[in-house]
């Protein structure tokens, strides 16, 4: 038998997610892609980047990479714009700088390169429509908050 006022842990845990659910956990399983994608550059580098970049370039982008992703993975669930922005920005700037070395090596290097370039600019159109996202829901609730002060 159950107490109607005690909630179990996944009611607690999903009452604790902002609406809408389905897109804030879809962004932290995102978030969740980039930092293990920072975590690879950092532990792992690619060959032909570390080449080109040197350890400390590839280390730089893969740090950018982690500290973004975290920060938006601890704030996606919850409505924190400011965080999440810094977050998505750093994230976002982390892919682009990877991106650009893989359009570099596409053309210096033998090989097509455009495909992983492709599907990096795929990735940042994602943050930037969560970023747009946050935006509108930051405008919302300032107008909101004004009407009921």
Do not use: C
Not at 118 to 124: E, R
């Amino acid at each position: 038998m159950t107490v109607p006022h005690i909630k179990s842990a996944w009611q607690r845990a999903v009452a604790y997610v902002d609406e809408p659910r389905a897109h804030r956990v879809a962004y932290l399983m995102l978030y969740g892609f980039v930092l293990s994608a920072g975590f690879q550059a950092i532990f792992q580098p690619p060959r032909t980047l570390v080449a080109e970049l040197g350890p400390g370039g590839v280390f730089g982008i893969g740090l950018t990479l982690v500290v973004g992703a975290s920060l938006g993975a601890a704030f996606a669930l919850r409505t924190w714009w400011y965080f999440e922005r810094i977050g998505l920005i750093l994230s976002a700037a982390g892919i682009l700088i990877y991106g650009s070395s893989i359009i570099y090596l596409h053309f210096a290097q033998e090989g097509n390169r455009l495909f992983n370039a492709s599907l990096l600019l795929a990735l940042v159109v994602a943050l930037v429509i969560r970023y747009l996202e946050l935006v509108r829901e930051e405008k919302l609730a300032n107008k909101i908050h004004a009407l009921t002060s």
